[in-house]
């Protein structure tokens, strides 16, 4: 009898757990204001292009917010440097991760080597200024002041003290997310990404620390257009990584201060974007804009490997100022979603015939003719460079400092001709030196046949001071063919 009791209390309270669990399920607040919150929680800073630990299910909490700001040379370009304002150390400054509901306890401090007083207006705040009158504060002083999340999304912050153009130009700008209830779904990975325009006293690429230009900035004629603070930011080592098959999920921030932002991934279409940060969902989008004090969330699964390369597609910014970032997804080759090249003809629109060949190399219908001459080489060779070559490396091979290596007189180019053939056929990305000078930018494959490949590089060497190497179709066809 007492057993038999005893197990009906267990069966009893077991009921009871389990309906308290399901009872247990978070208020819904219409008002954000009235969530309440419990305990307090020191916020984790990233700075980019990590972000902190997503809220998951947490409770709305008291969030300790602490942030310093730090006036500090850094490097914008290989041999240039520009004195960067920072939140946090980085540019853009550290990534603040909240949830509706937060009551926010933010303390700025204004490190004593600084020379300048800064304030910070979040775009998460409802409030005068964003927090900015609140926020003011001179070298070697910290000030706090607090407010509560109201609306999900993610927000701009920026430094507002006058001249306000030239402190978010000098870097002050970043991001912070309001999740909202329940948190974001999950993700396979997460990256924090912030476009700024930069204007220097020097031109793009000249070497020393540079000054901010008042004047540039006001005419909005930026020398530098980049990603995370820097060119090269994103690029080489510091390319963003992601395994095949996983989700990816960008906060893509501007700073400006002035130009606004064509956000596009080469070779992805973002399955969502939280239009202008807010809580409109947006799907298969090629290019979103992101206007200079907004921010947008990007969403999309990689299929298939290889770089896919972030850009302004205002491109000129991308290939010429530095907005250029990469995402090395590595894992299997997927052919039916990508297949590469599958078939390589050669087009003769008077003849009205289009010869086909296998891609392997093998079969090439050339080299069933004999070589050409030199002399035939050089006039085919020059043609092809016009064409495909020229816009990048320039009339006289010359290339653009900092953005186009030179061919003409190139070390590089005369060292190794088979690397040079590879770079033609398979294009080059990563860190290269030509003639001292380091370059780390796109190449991407040219698609011209193995006999265009031997012509345009016979011109090349046989031009500017270069060896004078003669390329033939069939060196071309063995590195195609990986010997
Ligand atoms: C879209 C711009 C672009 C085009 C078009 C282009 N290149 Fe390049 N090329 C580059 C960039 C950028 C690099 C440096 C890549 C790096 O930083 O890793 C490069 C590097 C090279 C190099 C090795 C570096 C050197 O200076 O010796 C060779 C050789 C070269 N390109 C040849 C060619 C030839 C030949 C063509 C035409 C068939 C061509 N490129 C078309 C942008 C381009
Ligand atoms: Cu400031």
Avoid at 367 to 375: H, P
Avoid at 439 to 461: G, K, P
Wanted: glycine fraction near 10%; charge should be negative.
């Amino acid at each position: 009898m007492k057993q038999f009791k005893l197990s009906q209390v267990i069966l009893a309270s077991f009921v009871l757990l389990i309906t308290s669990c399901i009872n247990n399920k978070e208020k819904v607040y219409e008002n954000s204001a009235d969530i309440p919150v419990s305990r307090e929680m020191t916020a984790e800073l990233t700075s980019p292009p990590n972000v902190p630990t997503p809220v998951g299910r947490r409770k709305a909490k008291k969030l300790m917010v602490s942030m310093e700001i730090l006036e500090k040379e850094g490097t914008m370009t290989d041999g240039t440097t520009y004195n960067y304002w920072t939140f946090g150390g980085s540019v853009p400054g550290s990534f603040i991760r909240t949830r509706v509901g937060d009551e926010v306890e933010f303390t700025l401090s204004n490190h004593p080597d600084n020379k300048l007083p800064h304030n910070i207006d979040l775009h998460a705040v409802t409030g005068p200024g964003g927090g900015a009158t609140s926020s003011f504060v001179a070298p070697g002083h910290s000030k706090t002041f607090s407010f509560k999340t109201l609306n999900p999304g993610i927000y701009v912050y920026h430094c507002a003290t006058a001249p306000v153009g030239m402190h978010i130009a000098n870097g002050m700008y970043g991001l912070i997310l309001v999740e909202p209830e329940g948190g974001l779904p999950p993700v396979d990975k997460e990256y924090y990404i912030m476009q700024g325009d930069f204007y220097t006293k020097g031109k793009t690429g000249d070497p020393g620390l540079q000054a901010f230009d008042m004047q540039k900035a006001v005419d909005e004629k930026p020398d530098y257009v980049v990603f995370n603070g820097k060119m090269g930011s994103l690029t080489g080592d510091n390319a963003l990584t992601a395994n095949v098959g996983e989700t990816i999920r960008l906060f893509v921030g501007n700073g400006g201060p002035n130009l606004v932002s064509s956000f596009h991934v080469i070779g992805e279409i973002f399955d969502k974007v939280h239009v202008e940060g807010g809580s409109t969902i947006n799907e298969n989008v090629q290019t979103t804009l992101i206007p200079a004090g907004g921010a947008a969330i990007v969403e999309f699964r990689v299929d298939v490997p290889g770089t896919f390369i972030l850009v302004d597609h205002s491109i000129f910014r991308a290939f010429n100022k530095g907005a250029l970032g990469m995402l090395k997804v590595s894992g299997e080759e997927n052919k039916t979603i990508y297949a590469g090249v599958v078939q390589e003809g050669i087009y003769h629109p008077e003849g009205g015939t289009i010869q086909t060949m296998p891609n392997n190399g093998k079969a090439n219908v050339e080299e069933s003719t004999s070589e050409k001459s030199l002399a035939e080489k050089m006039e085919s060779g020059k043609k092809i460079f016009m064409q495909t070559c020229f816009a990048c490396h320039q009339a006289e091979g010359q290339g653009i400092p900092n953005a186009f290596p030179p061919l003409a007189k190139s070390d590089y180019l005369n060292a190794d001709v088979n690397r040079a053939i590879g770079i033609v056929l398979k294009g080059k990305t990563g860190e290269i030196t030509v003639n001292g000078a380091k370059y780390n930018s796109v190449m991407t494959a040219q698609s011209i046949s193995n006999s265009e490949i031997a012509d345009v590089l016979t011109y090349v060497y046989n031009s500017w001071g270069n060896n004078k190497t003669n390329v033939t179709t069939s060196q071309v066809d063995k590195v195609r063919s990986g010997k």
